[in-house]
């Protein structure tokens, strides 16, 4: 880091900063638009530092998936819970494909296993507990126990649930709703008037 760089960051206000710089920039560019040189020169740093501070892209795309997945967290924990198993299930789904509509380019990027270090400690704990309340809608739905971050065993029926709220995000994020609907904003029609039929559908009470 030059001196100017040591006088205007501290601690880890320039790592935060290179996290912000890179999140600004995929959700403009999308993670096709993402590089370190970019990053720096957003943060206002030497192309050096990403390298330096997160030894490399992956490293940095990868502190930023934890910070999206702390977001995803966030919002889908602050959904409401009704006790009812497959109402919960359909809230679930519903705010994990909304959250990818609206952070398209960041969903993307954590769905990357090619950009983002999935082996990662931190990474494996905060995406496990942004689906926490996901995984316990489908438990209670399917009437099994609830995963366990410790206890890594395949469950079909939460791959079946993760797979339909995945499969709808990539649907709605690539544009499909345009092929069905004719209107300025094809994709926020289909969260609003078709998807919680398509999930009744797929989760009946």
């Not at 601690?11 to 710089?21: M, N, R, S, V």
């Not at 040189?37 to 997160?54: I, L, M, N, Q, T």
């Not at 950009?115 to 507990?129: G, N, Q, R, V």
Request: one cysteine or more.
């Amino acid at each position: 880091m030059t001196g100017p760089e040591r006088d205007k960051y501290h601690h880890g206000d320039l790592k935060t900063a290179l996290i912000e710089a890179s999140e600004g920039i995929i959700r403009e560019d999308g993670v096709e638009g993402f590089t370190l040189r970019k990053a720096a020169k957003a943060a206002g740093v030497s192309p050096g530092a990403p390298s330096h501070h997160f030894n490399g892209t992956r490293g940095l795309l990868t502190a930023l998936a934890i910070k999206v997945f702390k977001h995803l967290e966030a919002e889908l924990n602050a959904l409401p819970s009704s006790g009812i198993p497959a109402q919960d299930l359909r809230t679930q789904a519903l705010g994990y494909v909304t959250f990818a509509a609206r952070n398209p380019g960041l969903f993307r990027l954590i769905c990357r296993v090619d950009l983002i270090d999935f082996k990662d400690p931190d990474l494996i704990e905060t995406s496990f507990d942004a689906l926490t309340r996901y995984a316990h809608a489908a438990a209670a739905y399917f009437g099994h126990d609830a995963p366990d971050l410790h206890k890594r065993v395949f469950r079909p029926h939460m791959a079946s649930a993760m797979a339909t709220a995945h499969g709808l995000a990539h649907m709605v994020i690539e544009g499909r709703p345009a092929l069905l609907l004719d209107t300025p904003d094809p994709a926020s029609t289909f969260i609003e008037t078709m998807l919680p039929s398509v999930l009744l559908a797929t989760w009946p009470d």
